[in-house]
């Protein structure tokens, strides 16, 4: 099977299967492809380019594109120059799959994966997939997280997560409430100010990295911090470094001195929101910068997930099933492994113990 498939309605048996045709799924599939193996990529999108397709046009990576790339294939450079934006890693990704001709069947919903016998069983929307082994690679951005706040129905302007937000043009003029610490937060903040009204949010003050301090530092330290806990020591993480990497869109809103934070509110109100010391905020639309959460529930009747809903991995692969592994999710199925250069590396290693498994 050479190439980007149309989805079929006929049963296949194949050594491995890859659940996800974004950024981790294609890292899998370029490894098994140059072991020739025999697998398949299912894709629930109708086009390439994974969740970065969806992602709001100004995104940046906070990489310069040659420490941004998968395996075998360098990301060009934006022509705009800077790190790369969103389209430009939807150009990279569909241009990737097809240099290396990877056996992608989209668009097709994979429904869920059960035990069968020496095999794990896909039910997908075009049929059935019998598989020795899932690599299951589906992310996080299609289980965006809100939490819990009170008052969070009562509220009546419009609420909004990173998962939908597409721009500022449509809240120009309006007040707006930017929820969470991190670098989505901070960059929507960023060209929001520049329209809206905006008041800022946190759990905790918002830590800046050093302004050197990019992508390229932060996957090492998650690297060595990872190799020195297998080891039994310690070591800082990103987290001990900063919470924000100081991209050019950030470090122009700093300078504009918006990058100002309140302490996390303590209640919604119909108009706003309200902290525990009664003080009040009215505002037009809340922005819920608040991560997302792995995208799993196609693993359901495997029964693997434990207290808080984690799966308890050895490396990539599952501990209570040894014919899955996943890849992507965090730091949990590798160091920086949701990002582009992460999920490469974790691809190799999961891709060479599973060759060995075959």
């Avoid at 609420?159 to 610490?181: D, F, I, K």
């Avoid at 890849?327 to 582009?340: E, V």
Wanted: proline content about 7%; charged content about 20%.
């Amino acid at each position: 099977m050479n190439g980007p498939q149309t989805a079929t309605t006929s049963p296949r048996l194949v050594d491995v299967l890859v659940i996800g045709g974004g950024q981790a799924g294609l890292a899998a599939g370029y490894h098994l492809r140059r072991a020739g193996a025999d697998f398949v990529v299912l894709d629930a999108q109708e086009r390439p380019g994974g969740a970065w397709r969806h992602a709001w046009p100004s995104l940046r990576l906070f990489s310069p594109a040659q420490y941004s790339s998968l395996p075998g294939r360098m990301m060009p450079a934006p022509t705009t120059g800077g790190y790369p934006g969103a389209a430009d890693v939807v150009a990279y990704l569909a241009d990737y799959e097809q240099r290396y001709q990877l056996p992608v069947v989209r668009p097709v919903q994979v429904r869920a994966v059960r035990r069968s016998g020496e095999c794990l069983q896909v039910d997908t929307d075009a049929g059935v997939w019998r598989a020795r082994i899932v690599i299951s690679a589906t992310g996080t951005w299609w289980r965006p997280y809100v939490p819990h706040y009170p008052g969070l129905d009562a509220f009546q302007g419009q609420q909004l997560h990173t998962a939908h937000y597409r721009g500022p043009e449509a809240l120009a003029g309006r007040s707006v409430l930017v929820v969470g610490g991190g670098n989505s937060a901070a960059q929507i903040l960023a060209e929001v100010s520049a329209v809206a009204s905006t008041t800022w949010a946190t759990l905790r003050p918002p830590r800046l990295l050093p302004d050197d301090v990019d992508g390229r530092a932060l996957f090492e330290v998650a690297t060595r911090r990872q190799r020195a806990l297998q080891a039994g020591q310690t070591a800082p993480g990103v987290g001990d470094l900063g919470d924000i990497v100081a991209v050019p869109a950030v470090r122009e809103a700093r300078e504009r001195g918006v990058l100002k934070a309140e302490p996390m509110f303590a209640r919604l109100t119909p108009t706003g929101v309200a902290w525990a010391d009664g003080t009040v905020l009215d505002c037009d639309v809340v922005i819920w910068c608040t991560g997302f959460r792995p995208a799993l529930t196609h693993l359901a009747p495997l029964r693997l997930r434990g207290p808080g809903g984690a799966v308890a991995v050895e490396g990539t692969r599952a501990a209570g099933e040894a014919r899955l592994y996943l890849l992507g999710y965090g730091d949990w199925t590798g160091p920086a492994s949701a990002t582009l250069i992460g999920a490469g590396r974790t691809a190799k290693q999961a891709v060479a113990e599973v060759l060995t498994q075959l």
